[in-house]
């Protein structure tokens, strides 16, 4: 058993005592004084032609300081986009500039044209209505394939095109591909759409800016999952201004599942206005404003093939994707279909030959970038649709297909440039049919029968890149950043510690894992350790949360720290007891020296660090305080297999989904708990993927999913109870916790599972329906049912 | 939201003088004009809060009626209209607990939204709309969407149910806002049976009139199923097409009379 608050236990989350008690403190609860607050003016046609902003009549309406339009902007650097994506012929992809605040044109409804800075927030926007404008309307290009067209209208009048890029890859075995499909004995074809979500975190996005005159320091409260990415990108691109002036700080973050990764305008605004104004700003998002201004995810289209050999062996596999970009480059949008997409289309299994073509498009829409999974969605649902759908053509159990294609030897390098470190899909895939009791399920579906609805059982397995690194690495793969992670642990002088780590907490548990890991490590309760995290000014330059990579990198850096401090310590206990310091062992908090009954407690040896009275200083500084920066080696490849049953109302088309289990192998675990929370989760936004959410624009470019009135988002009793399981634990073999992630595990997985599940119970009912696009909302079940 | 007054006034008289000064206008609940005015969709001067007056709540029997004041919340009818148990589960399955303990019966109906559950309920119990100046029969009250036979000013004091031998009202679910894709409302009394369906249709609450043929001439769910239910002016949006309203027009209609105690 662990011990409590040491690796392994289920400690519960220190932070919810917080949180759950109202005494979270989130950027919306900084309030400064004489703070000045700030109303965006935004577009309301999705696209056209700015003629003439007049704010003269709004500048002498009551309360206004001042009122911003891009002419205040003039000098100052677009919104930068943080990954380069060179296409399949080596060109560069096409980068069209993002103003902070719009110039000459307006390309996405929601576009913020002005911005007003006054005494209330209901001022500001009573000069806002006050603004008068002229813009010439020009046609919006929404669908993806229109906007490809030749003669389509531009969405950047300065580029080629709307196609951002064409991306191959992996570009070489495009022939070889072809020829595997021209000459395979079964191929299975799938058009499916991955659509357009809004991610919706409960917190809406915030920003402050504050200027300090005496010290010309620009500080940014902001709700961040990566507050020194937004201080690199804000001030070195934007605004110029150097990092040792700027401070970012993200408090308590409600949720941002990849929606908050993004450096937005907003906040270089705020930065800007704060100064230019002397006053605090503050900005604080209208739910209305996020579901027109938080970058979006998904929205692919994609056509993919898989080849067979007539034993159901696969052999080649080709998508063919148009992965929507919106109006503008957001921070990673241009690497999420490719880099965390393409390379993930291998899946558990040994194709040999892969080959992915993303063309990556310009529309008159919000932004899309990363959201929960981020491409690894894509990807998963692509393949394990497909393998489903090729099963019933072949007439083959769709386990027994997947497990005749499992990749069983690691590592393994697969066709599309990853190679996985560990992994048993055999182990999770028989853990799945122990969990889930496969053989009930013929029994359930009789009496599902009986009371007039259609019962589908749906399986499939998934993959995930995870702990996005190494830096060498995805430098060269465009990336405009390095994806290490930084940690610094402070030991005080009485033996407590402080962790000052680069990852953000924003939901995670953090503040509660990060302690078990050192409370296992020197053997003191995990009470007596702190997690510092979201602030430029206290932790070391770090890159923050997302890509399920805190544990896996930041987890990693705290451990290198932690055993320089602990290698520190064991000199300093060595002079104490007088001994060799390669005989000092340290277990349960005490010192002691192999072979004898000598010891020396953790807090001696701390305290002796700071008040250095006996202590080696010719030979050793005092204090103990180490930090280290880790760059994986590798990603990590989280696993498993899940399963859905869904009962279907054949008189109205609603799916209820009866029973998620999940397998999962994420390799060690920290806290069981937390790891169940959020697969919990994930599976969550999974199933809201999968039968409730869409984000929707009509053919003018107006969301039409504008509000929670049309955009679904789960509820408690459209979740069933999950199961889930970690048991099956393949370590990895690259970071000093053989730890893999676990954030986004649900959100991949679960989707092609109910997909799966519903299309099994329509087939079991004798309708020919192979596919139906997300979500599966009754109307679209029913509808497919008609045939 | 615009700068506005609030006025809270005790006593029906109070609230009719306040209503009649220009800009001014009646806030039930609340649960559909205040998002209104945070949205700076409607720019009254002056807002008129009816729930204070202690004469407009409130749920009492007279003979075959069952009354229920202006400003009776959601949640009170769904724990308080025992004599009318169809009705008591409409109120229970609107919104959410926070809607439902501030929304009122006079806001809904006054509003008259489409996907509103209480005009259905109200249309197929022939239900009498008092106001402060008359009476009004359901079947002259709705008008079509957001459109009702209040005059400016007129508040909806009470509303008059017969109580039918059966009752029962099913909703599906629009998913996201969870108002009636369709909802149907069957009551069944001795003068026979009225259907009425809301969510639907883009003239707002209807009555199923060849339904009510059929089932006044044997109620059971299979009576309506030689019936279809044309799809013309029926809700075409991002949750359902009008056919798949008008498929579930039947569907509802069908289980509402199976469900009828």
């Keep these: ?787 | 939201m615009y700068e506005l007054n609030i006025t809270r006034p005790e006593t029906l008289a109070d609230a009719v003088e306040a209503l009649g000064h220009d800009e001014a206008m009646a806030l039930g609940g609340g649960q559909t004009l205040i998002p209104t005015l945070k949205q700076r969709l409607a720019n009254p001067e002056t807002l008129v809060s009816l729930t204070g007056i202690a004469e407009l709540s409130g749920i009492s029997r007279d003979g075959d009626m069952l009354i229920i004041g202006g400003t009776t919340t959601h949640a009170e009818v769904a724990s308080g209209a025992t004599d009318y148990p169809a009705l008591a589960a409409l109120a229970g399955g609107i919104g959410d607990p926070a809607v439902r303990n501030r929304g009122t019966i006079g806001g809904s109906l006054a509003n008259d939204d489409p996907a509103a559950c209480y005009p259905a309920a109200v249309l197929a119990s022939g239900a009498t709309i008092v106001t402060n100046t008359r009476e009004i029969a359901a079947d002259d009250f709705f008008e079509g969407m957001f459109t009702t036979a209040l005059h400016d000013g007129e508040i909806i004091t009470a509303v008059r149910f017969p109580i039918p031998q059966k009752a029962n009202y099913q909703k599906f679910d629009q998913p996201a806002s969870r108002f009636a894709l369709v909802g149907v409302f069957v009551a069944q009394t001795a003068d026979g049976v009225r259907v009425a369906v809301t969510g639907a249709s883009e003239e707002g609450v209807f009555r199923w009139t060849d339904a009510e043929a059929a089932l006044s001439a044997d109620f059971s769910p299979t009576a309506v199923d030689g019936l279809n239910v044309s799809a013309d002016n029926l809700i075409g949006d991002l949750h359902g097409t009008p056919e798949y309203r008008a498929h579930l027009v039947k569907v509802m209609t069908k289980r509402a009379v199976a469900a009828s105690g």
């Excluded at chain 1, 110039?103 to 001022?123: C, S, Y």
């Design chain 1, 1 to 787: 058993m662990p011990a409590d608050g040491g690796i392994g236990a289920s400690t519960k989350r220190r932070e919810d005592v917080r949180f759950l008690t109202g005494l979270g403190n989130y950027t919306d609860d900084i309030n400064i004084h004489n703070q000045a607050y700030v109303h965006f003016l935004r577009s309301d046609v999705a696209h056209g032609k700015l003629n003439r902003v007049d704010t003269r009549a709004a500048e002498k309406m009551p309360g206004v300081i001042r009122i911003f339009t891009s002419k205040d902007f003039e000098g100052v650097g677009g919104i930068p986009c943080g990954w380069q994506v060179t296409d399949r012929f080596g060109e560069p992809m096409q980068e069209p500039k993002h103003p902070v605040l719009a110039e000459g044109f307006v390309r996405h409804v929601g576009d913020p044209i002005a911005a007003v800075v006054a005494e209330t927030l209901e001022q500001a926007r009573d000069a806002a209505e006050a603004i008068e404008m002229d813009i010439s309307e020009l046609p919006a290009v929404i669908d993806m394939a229109a906007a490809l067209e030749d003669g389509a209208p531009k969405v950047h009048e300065e580029l080629s095109s709307n196609l951002c890029y064409d991306w191959g890859f992996v570009e070489e075995n495009s022939a070889a591909v072809a020829d595997a499909i021209a000459n395979a004995a079964h191929v299975t074809t799938l058009e499916l759409r991955n659509q357009r979500l809004v991610a919706n975190p409960m917190e809406a996005r915030v920003a402050i800016g504050d200027y300090n005159r005496a010290t010309d320091e620009h500080t940014l409260y902001t709700t961040s999952q990566n507050p020194h990415v937004i201080r690199l990108l804000m001030g070195a691109f934007v605004l110029g201004i150097p990092e040792h002036k700027l401070h970012v700080i993200s408090p308590d973050v409600g949720g941002g599942f990849g929606t908050k990764i993004f450096h937005y305008a907003e906040e270089a605004f705020c930065t800007f206005a704060a100064k230019a104004v002397n006053r605090p700003v503050k900005w604080a998002a209208t739910r209305s404003e996020a579901f027109m201004s938080d970058g979006q995810g998904r929205d692919h289209v994609t056509k993919i093939e898989l080849a067979l050999d007539k034993d159901g062996h696969f052999l080649a596999l080709r998508t063919d994707t148009l992965a929507n970009m919106g109006a503008y480059l957001s921070t990673f949008a241009p690497s999420v279909p490719t880099w965390l997409h393409g390379t993930l289309m291998a899946g558990n299994y040994k194709t040999p030959l892969i080959y992915v073509n993303v063309k990556a498009v310009f529309t008159n829409t919000v932004p899309v970038d990363a959201y929960r999974g981020a491409g690894r969605p894509e990807a998963s649902f692509q393949l394990e649709r497909v393998i489903d759908k090729a099963a019933r053509e072949l007439g083959m159990d769709p386990i027994e297909l997947r497990r005749k294609n499992f990749i069983t030897e690691f590592p393994y390098e697969t066709p599309v440039a990853v190679a996985y470190d560990t992994g048993d899909y055999n182990a999770t895939m028989d853990k799945l049919i122990e969990m889930a009791d496969f053989d009930g399920f013929e029994a359930r579906r009789e009496a599902s029968a009986k009371k007039g609805k259609l019962r589908g059982l749906g399986v499939n397995c998934y993959i995930e890149a995870c702990g996005i690194a190494p830096s060498n690495l995805v430098g060269q793969l465009g990336a405009r950043a390095g994806l290490y992670e930084s940690a610094t642990v402070r030991v005080n002088a009485t033996g407590s510690i402080t962790v000052m780590t680069g990852s953000h907490s924003h939901g995670q548990g953090h503040e509660t894992a990060f302690p078990q890991v050192i409370a296992s490590m020197i053997g003191i309760d995990a009470d007596q350790v702190d997690i510092v995290h979201g602030d430029t000014a206290k932790t070391p330059m770090g890159m923050g949360t997302y890509g399920s990579r805190s544990i896996a990198v930041g987890g990693s850096a705290m451990v290198r720290a932690a055993e320089k401090v602990i290698s520190k310590a064991k000199k300093i206990a060595a002079h104490l007891m007088e001994a060799s310091e390669g005989d000092i062992e340290l277990k349960d908090g005490q010192f002691t020296v192999a072979g004898t009954d000598k010891s020396v407690a953790w807090g001696d040896v701390t305290l002796a660090a700071y008040v250095p009275h006996n202590y080696p200083l010719e030979d050793l500084e005092p204090g103990l305080e180490e930090t280290a920066f880790y760059d994986p080696a590798n990603f990590t490849y989280p696993s498993g297999a899940y399963a859905c049953e869904v009962e279907v109302d054949p008189d109205t088309g609603k799916v209820e989904i009866c029973s998620f289990h999940a397998a999962d192998d994420f390799g060690n675990i920290i806290n069981p708990m937390i790891v169940d929370g959020q697969v919990h989760g994930g599976i969550g936004q999974g199933i809201g993927q999968a039968l409730l959410e869409n984000c929707v624009y009509d053919s003018d470019g107006q969301l039409l999913s504008a509000s929670f009135m049309d955009y679904a988002m789960p509820r408690a009793d459209d979740l069933p109870f999950y199961d889930v399981d970690h048991s099956c634990q393949t370590p990895c073999t690259h970071n000093p916790l053989g730890v893999k992630g676990c954030g986004e595990a649900g959100a991949i997985g679960s989707p092609p599972a109910v997909v799966n599940a519903v299309v099994d119970a329509l087939q079991r009912a004798g309708h020919d329906i192979t596919h139906i696009d997300m979500p599966l909302s009754p109307a679209r079940v029913w509808s497919a049912m008609q045939g």
